[in-house]
C-alpha cells in the first residue's frame, strides 16, 4: 500500500512519565495500513521547526469499542528539541503524518516461537507484532529491559494478549537486575535441539547487536529493528543508511527506510 | 482560459517550471508511489560517477535552524548502472529526465556525458560541478572561473545534450561564474547549490555529522539564493535555474520574478513528497488572482521599487 499524508488531530497524549508519552493520533487511513513494524514520519503541522519529520514506529493501531480503525499512536521518547515538542504536544494539535512506509516484521507461526527483545523506547513495534501473532496463536514471550521499574511500560496489554513476559531492569528494581540479553541468552541455551525461536529486536543499537550475535550462535533466526537518522522516510536523501553484507565480506550501505527498518540480523554488519 | 505553465530551457520545454533537486528525489522511482512522475516538469538524478560510489559513513544529516546540514558524500550507483536499470523506467513513467553529472576529472565528466549522449530517455545533463561534500573534482572546477569554463567547454564538446552547469553559492560573485559558464556554451545555469556548513555537539565537543563539513539546504538559505539568481539573471542571457528553500508556490514565485526560468524543489520533498501538486495548484490560483495567463511572463518581472515604508 502506498503510505499517505495525514494532518491528524491528536485524540490523546498520555505521559507515562517525564520521558514518555503515548501519541495518539486521529489517521485510520494510515492504521488500516499499517504492518507490524512499520513507521511513520511525524512533525507537528506548519511549522519550520522542527523542519524535518522524526520516524516513529507505530505502536498502536487504536480502535473503537466497535473495532473500527480510528488511528495510531507512536511511543515518543524525549530526546531532543523534536521529541520534547511531541510530549508537549494537547489534545487538538495536529501533526503531519506520512505513512506507513519501511518493510514490516515478518511474522512465524507455531511450532516456531516468537521472542520479542525491546531496550527502552524499543518497545515500540512490538504491541502491534503482538497482536499480529496472538492472532494466529503463535506462542510468544516479551524480553523487557529498562532503566528503571517506572519505564516498564504496557506490560497489561502484552499479558492480555497472552504474551509470556521477561523483564529485566538495570537498577533491580523490577525483574532481574542486569541486561536483557541475560535472560534471552539462558532461554536460547536451554531450547531443545530442533526446536526453533524467531528473535525480534528493537532498542539501543549495541542491544541489537548483542541480540543478532546470540541469536546467530545458538543458530536461530533474528530480525532487528534499526533507527538511523533520517531525513525523508522514502529512499530521496541517502541519510540513514546501515552497512549490509550481501554474500561477500565487503559492507554496502543501504537505506533503512526502504530496505528496511526490519533487517534480518544476520545481514546487518556491526561496527 | 487554461492557466500556461510551460517554461522552455533553450529546446527544452518543460509542462512547468517545478523540478526535482539533485539528491532529494533518489533516482526519481523512489517517488513513483506518492507522485506521478509525468506532472513534474522535471526531476533531477542524483549525482552520477563513471563507477559506483558508497559515500560518506552515517551520520550524514543534522538539522538545524530552518535547514539541515547534508555530507551524504553522492553515494550513487554510477551511469552505467543508472542507464540500465533506472532510464528505460523513468522513460515508461513520462519523466523529464536531467541526469547530475560528477567528475574527479574533466575527462570523467566527458566520458559520463557521453554515456549519457548514447543512452535514450535524458531531457538534459546537469554538471555537477558544486558539491560541497567530497575533496576530489567537482568543486576544484566550481570555484574556479577558468575551471568552470574548461570543463563546460569540454562537455559541449561531447554531446549535444542541453548543458546546465549547476553553480555553488561558496563564492564571492556566483554571476561571475555563471558569465563563465554562458561563455564556455552551457544552455542554462542551475543554482544554488547547498552553503558549506557545520555544527558542532557542544554536549561532546564533537561534528554533527561524520565528515564535518556540510552543505546547508532549506529555508534558512531561501533568501541569499533569490539574490544570487537575481545577480545571474542580470548578467547572462541564458536561462537560470533557480533553487534553495523553496516549500511553497510563493517561493516559487518569488525566484522567478527575481530571474528564474525554472526552478526545483529539495529539501521540502523530505519534508513534504506531496510539495508537487500543491505548489502546481497554488500556482494556478495566483495566475487567476493576478490575471496571468502565460507563467514564464513572470520571469524576471521583478520590480525593483522600493516598497512603501508604512504598513499597508
Known amino acids: ?113 516468537a521472542w520479542m527483545v525491546a531496550g527502552g523506547v524499543g ?29 516498564l511500560f504496557y506490560l497489561d496489554f502484552f499479558e492480555r494478549l497472552g504474551v509470556t513476559l521477561v523483564l529485566t531492569t538495570e537498577n533491580g528494581a523490577r525483574g532481574t537486575k542486569g541486561r536483557v540479553t541475560l535472560p534471552l541468552e539462558a532461554e536460547l541455551k536451554a531450547l531443545a535441539a530442533g526446536d526453533r525461536a524467531m528473535v525480534y529486536a528493537c532498542g539501543p543499537e549495541p542491544m541489537l547487536e548483542a541480540v543478532a550475535k546470540l541469536a546467530a550462535h545458538y543458530h536461530q533466526p533474528s530480525q532487528v ?25 565487503n559492507a554496502n550501505l543501504v537505506r533503512s527506510c526502504i530496505s528496511g527498518p526490519v533487517f534480518d540480523g544476520a545481514e546487518l554488519v556491526w561496527e | 482560459m487554461t492557466p500556461d505553465l510551460s517554461v522552455s530551457i533553450g529546446s527544452l520545454k518543460l509542462p512547468n517550471p517545478l523540478i526535482a533537486a539533485s539528491g532529494c528525489f533518489g533516482y526519481g522511482l523512489e517517488y513513483e508511489h506518492v507522485v506521478d512522475l509525468s506532472l513534474l516538469g522535471g526531476i533531477v538524478s542524483k549525482g552520477l560517477f563513471m563507477k559506483e560510489r558508497q559515500g560518506h559513513p552515517p551520520p550524514r544529516i543534522v538539522e538545524t535552524p530552518a535547514g539541515m546540514i547534508n555530507a551524504i558524500g553522492l553515494q550513487g550507483i554510477g551511469v552505467h548502472r543508472f542507464v540500465k536499470e533506472k532510464l528505460p523506467l523513468l522513460r515508461e513513467r513520462g519523466a523529464r529526465t536531467f541526469v547530475n553529472v560528477c567528475g574527479t576529472t574533466l575527462d570523467e565528466y566527458v566520458e559520463v556525458c557521453k554515456v549519457l549522449s548514447d543512452a535514450e530517455g535524458v531531457a538534459a545533463i546537469e554538471l555537477n560541478i558544486s558539491c560541497p561534500n567530497i575533496k576530489e573534482g567537482g568543486i576544484q572546477f566550481g570555484c574556479s572561473l577558468h575551471g568552470t569554463f574548461d570543463v563546460v567547454s569540454a562537455v559541449r564538446k561531447a554531446t549535444s545534450l542541453p548543458v546546465i552547469p549547476k553553480l555553488t553559492p561558496n563564492v564571492t560573485d556566483v554571476a561571475s561564474f555563471a558569465k563563465a559558464a554562458e561563455d564556455a556554451g552551457a544552455d542554462a545555469v542551475s ?13 561532546t565537543r564533537r561534528p554533527k555529522i561524520s565528515n564535518v563539513l556540510g552543505g546547508l539546504s532549506g529555508p534558512a538559505i531561501r533568501p541569499i539564493a533569490v539574490r544570487m539568481v537575481w545577480e545571474c539573471y542580470q548578467l547572462v542571457k541564458i536561462p537560470v535555474i533557480g533553487m534553495g528553500g523553496i516549500t511553497d508556490a510563493r517561493d516559487v514565485l518569488e525566484f522567478m520574478l527575481a530571474g528564474s526560468t525554472a526552478v526545483q524543489i529539495g529539501t521540502q520533498n523530505f519534508v513534504d513528497p506531496f510539495v508537487w501538486t500543491k505548489v502546481l495548484d497554488s500556482l494556478k490560483d495566483y495566475m487567476t488572482r493576478h490575471n496571468v495567463a502565460r507563467l514564464s511572463d513572470l520571469i524576471g518581472a521583478f520590480d525593483p521599487t522600493p516598497p512603501k515604508a508604512t504598513h499597508p
Do not use: W
Open chain 1, 1 to 113: 500500500m502506498p503510505p499517505i499524508d495525514i494532518a491528524a488531530r491528536v485524540i490523546a497524549n498520555a505521559r507515562l512519565s517525564s520521558d514518555y508519552s503515548v501519541l495518539s493520533l486521529a489517521a485510520p487511513d494510515v492504521g488500516a495500513r499499517t504492518l507490524p513494524g512499520q513507521f511513520v514520519m511525524v512533525k507537528p503541522e506548519g511549522v519550520t521547526d522542527p523542519l524535518l519529520r522524526r520516524p516513529f514506529s507505530v505502536f498502536e493501531v487504536l480502535r473503537d469499542p466497535q473495532g473500527v480503525i480510528i488511528g495510531i499512536s507512536i511511543l515518543n521518547k524525549k530526546a531532543g528539541r523534536s521529541t520534547r515538542r511531541l510530549y508537549d504536544l494537547e489534545v487538538g494539535d495536529v501533526v503531519s503524518c506520512l505513512g506507513p512506509l519501511g518493510q514490516p516484521f515478518k511474522t512465524v507461526a507455531s511450532p516456531t516461537r
Open chain 1, 225 to 249: 529493528s534499526v533507527e538511523r537518522v533520517m531525513g525523508c522516510g522514502l529512499g530521496g536523501c541517502y541519510s540513514c543508511v546501515v552497512p549490509v553484507k550481501h554474500g561477500g565480506e
Open chain 1, 123 to 151: 518497545l515500540a513495534p512490538f504491541a502491534t507484532l503482538a497482536e499480529s501473532l496472538a492472532a494466529s496463536k503463535t506462542e510468544t514471550t516479551l524480553f523487557y529491559g529498562a532503566r528503571t521499574g517506572e519505564e
Open chain 2, 191 to 203: 543554482l544554488v547549490n547547498t552553503f558549506l556548513a557545520m555544527a558542532i555537539d557542544v554536549e
